[in-house]
Nanobody
């Protein structure tokens, strides 16, 4: 199962983007059973977890995105979303989704570039 991320792009600092992740290869019941997460990897850095969302849309966030990023999901569409506001240059990275236990294959990611 490989998620497919989309929605990235170039944005100025202070701007917003909404990323999408579709896990079409998963059976709906399997997707619905998973805690999903958004991750990112900046050049030369390790991949880091930004936040997670349960089947019932309970969320948790890393401190460095709390208050700026919001994760949501649509179980019927087997999709997860990341709304990013007040973007900073340090948010520049490739963004991925996966389960909280990284059970799926990694998708291609979507590049987010924030200019100062």
């Amino acid at each position: 199962v490989q998620p497919v991320e989309s929605g990235g792009g170039l944005v100025q600092a202070g701007g917003s983007l909404r990323l999408s992740c579709r896990v079409s290869g998963a059976i709906t019941s399997v997707f619905n059973s998973k805690i999903m997460g958004w991750y990112r990897q900046a050049p030369g850095k390790q991949r880091e977890l930004l936040g997670t969302i349960t089947r019932l849309s309970s969320t948790n966030y890393a401190d460095f995105v709390k208050g700026r990023f919001t994760i949501s999901r649509d179980n019927a569409r087997k999709s997860v979303y990341l709304q990013m506001n007040s973007l900073k240059p340090e948010d520049t990275a490739v963004y991925y989704c996966n389960t909280d236990m990284q059970e799926f294959s990694w998708g291609p990611g979507t590049q987010v570039t924030v200019s100062s």
